[in-house]
Nanobody
């Protein structure tokens, strides 16, 4: 049974940092494609960062240079290091997994809230 559990969210001031974690179980993250997404109430979900089975990463433009996606294969955990946080980064953050041969993310965590204040 695939499970994804996010943690590490919280409230920080602008310019601060947070590291989100996504503990995975039921499969091996090193052979999967995974991503971090975020959503603000009333807005569409946004893909923030992705990492594929080879370790190649991608980021949405608004977080490039500030966020880093990584994984610890031994711990079977995905991370999102967020620095220089801005109020517009405030959102619920979700990790998700897809089978790399497909484009749809089928497995999602329940999310962790990030709030950035001025």
């Amino acid at each position: 049974q695939v499970q994804l559990v996010e943690s590490g969210g919280g409230s920080v001031q602008a310019g601060g940092s947070l590291r989100l974690s996504c503990a995975a179980s039921g499969y091996t993250i090193s052979t999967s494609c995974m991503g971090w997404f975020r959503q603000v109430p009333g807005k569409e979900r946004e893909r923030v960062a992705t990492i594929d089975s080879r370790g190649a990463t991608s980021y949405t433009d608004s977080v490039k240079g500030r966020f880093t996606i990584s994984r610890d294969n031994a711990a079977n955990t995905l991370y999102l290091q967020m620095t220089s946080l801005k109020p517009e980064d405030t959102a619920m953050y979700y990790c998700a997994r897809r089978v790399c041969a497909y484009s749809v993310y089928h497995y999602w965590g329940k999310g962790t809230q990030v709030t950035v204040s001025t």
